[in-house]
């Protein structure tokens, strides 16, 4: 018995019959939401159209359709909708829930009528663009010899999405048992993450040219998704810790700064999603990309990227600010400490680390000063500088949450780890594996 090649050439047409039978409910989809004309979707017409539009994507690229020039445009019509259709599901989803969030609190009543206005202008958009694509991705399929159903799908059949569920995202955490302690993580990083934002200068341009270099300075898709990933890992680690906790049920802030991450995070999915639409261009299959400049305006889609969703991501996060703020205050009990450096030690790179690395396990603001000046201590970069501009200096100033000063004072009492890491007491044992 020989063995058969590990890849083999399939014929265009046996590949499309396959092709015929996979696309079956994605076409009656399709005919569905075509007929629904103007009407409004919500979160639970854009599901099952990502979904869908996945499933037959990853069909296509099984067989390699991205390279081939018959099935290739009909393969990139169809991941479009799936980028549009993820970000209407996203910003539907906060549709759903915005007043459950509690987030309006925190904005003029102008701003929360600015803010439904973009929710519809975003909407609007991102429905047009995949009602083109789908008119396009039906014209293509007809020319290519695929027979879509022309039937379609109730209503009833539009369940709403169901609840994912995954395990913690603790990768990387270290185990603080302390649910204050947390809090008071949690509230720290929410900070640094608006100081994040802040850098970004956010603000509304109407210029296209002007709109679209601002974008590609602070929004790339790489960067887009660091600013998802950021307020995605917050949030999930407040689910983690917090979520259903006594304290969380005693302190009404605490569910307060959740509803601010996940109306800011969903509004950073949509962001993502759409530039990487956007980002595409030109990378595409050529007679695709063609087509696809006709069916969607992408001056359009970067006005509601920045104007629309990053803005309010923006806007939101800022406004739950004040929480972290009085939260950070609240579950932090600050204390100074004062050290002194044994006179056979120098504070040198690799003490300056471990230092480092005790106040970055517990996440809460830490100021060192040095002969009166101060740094972040938990940026190895602002220490060394700081030390080393003070050579001669024994004396050494720390302030923040009794949490890791506790740890700095019992590592300076043990020779900062210079007598082997091993004499460190147990307490420290989590800088061994620093």
Known sequence: MSDRSLEEVIHEREFGALLQARAASFGMLCNTLLESGSKEWSKKHYYPLASEAEAVESFLDDFGAQYNRTFGPLREFIASVRWFALSGFSLGHLQGRFDGYGVANALEADEVADLRRSFHRAGAVIRRATLNLLSEVQKEAKAVGIVLPSDGLHENDFADAFTRQRLPRNVGQEQIDD????????????????????????????????????????????????Y?????????????????????????RLPRLRGHLSASLHLLESVTFLTHFVERHGSRDEVAERRIRTLVDRGEVQDVILNHLLYWADRLMRGGKPLAEALLRQYTNVQELIVELPDDIKLHARPAALIVSIVNRYATPVELEVDGRRCNASSILDVLVTVG??????????????????????????????????????????????
């Open 228 to 252: 998802e990933a950021t307020v995605h890992n917050l949030q999930s680690t407040y689910d983690t810790h917090v979520k259903n906790t006594v304290l969380e049920g005693r302190d009404e």
């Open 179 to 226: 649910e204050e302690q947390r809090i008071a993580e949690i509230a720290s990083k929410y900070a640094s993450a608006c100081t994040m934002f802040a850098g970004l200068g956010v603000h509304r341009v109407t210029g296209a040219k002007e709109r679209e270099q601002y974008l590609s300075r602070v929004c790339s898709e790489e960067r887009a998704r660091v």
């Open 389 to 434: 501009s003070h050579p001669d200096a024994r004396h050494y100033v720390f302030r923040g949450d009794e949490n890791p000063l506790r740890d700095i004072g019992l590592l300076f009492e043990h020779g900062l780890g210079e007598h082997g890491m091993d004499r460190l007491p147990a307490e420290l044992q989590y800088l061994r594996n620093a």
